[in-house]
């Protein structure tokens, strides 16, 4: 029905209908775009900036993850030759799904923010976050779209 009425102008209107029309999907299209890559990916790095002290571990619980929250957590790790290995001078981990009890005992810090990106697709059981459950105590959890962030305390012995 749009399409039929802009007929109805002369060529100059609807050129000018059209284009207004493109630039304002164009527009609606990039603001989407931002709020979903980098807005997911940026908020949650800066929580973590935000809360995370000198003795805190960060998991990620897709290993590949870790480029992605180096990215705004760190630029100069991300550009490193080694961000695993820098990334984890500052205590972020990214855990590989068969092995999670052996790389998240391995983490012995005092309070750890798990991160999980896109779990109900990737850890379907929640083995990672089951860990965490059993072993520390749920502080606070924070959602953003496709990433869920749990902090944990581990408990007094």
């Not at 050129?15 to 997911?40: C, H, K, P």
């Not at 991160?115 to 953003?144: M, P, R, S």
Request: proline share 1%; charged share 20%; with cysteine.
């Amino acid at each position: 029905l749009i399409a039929l009425s802009i007929t109805r102008f002369n060529n100059k209107t609807q050129m000018a209908i059209m284009t207004s029309i493109i630039i304002l999907s164009l527009m609606m299209l990039y603001v989407d775009f931002e709020t979903n890559n980098q807005g997911r990916w940026k908020d949650t790095t800066d929580y973590i900036k935000i809360n995370k002290n000198e003795n805190d571990a960060v998991v990620l619980h897709v290993s590949s993850a870790i480029y992605s929250f180096a990215y705004y957590f760190d630029p100069e790790c991300f550009k490193s030759d080694n961000l695993t290995g820098c990334m984890s001078i500052q205590d972020v981990y990214g855990v590989y799904k068969k092995k999670v009890n052996a790389s998240a005992s391995a983490i012995n810090n005092e309070r750890v923010f798990l991160i999980l990106y896109n779990a109900k697709y990737v850890d379907t059981e929640g083995i990672i976050l089951k860990y965490y459950i059993q072993n520390y105590k749920l502080i606070e959890e924070k959602k953003y779209r496709h990433i869920q962030i749990f902090t944990f305390n581990k408990p007094a012995s």
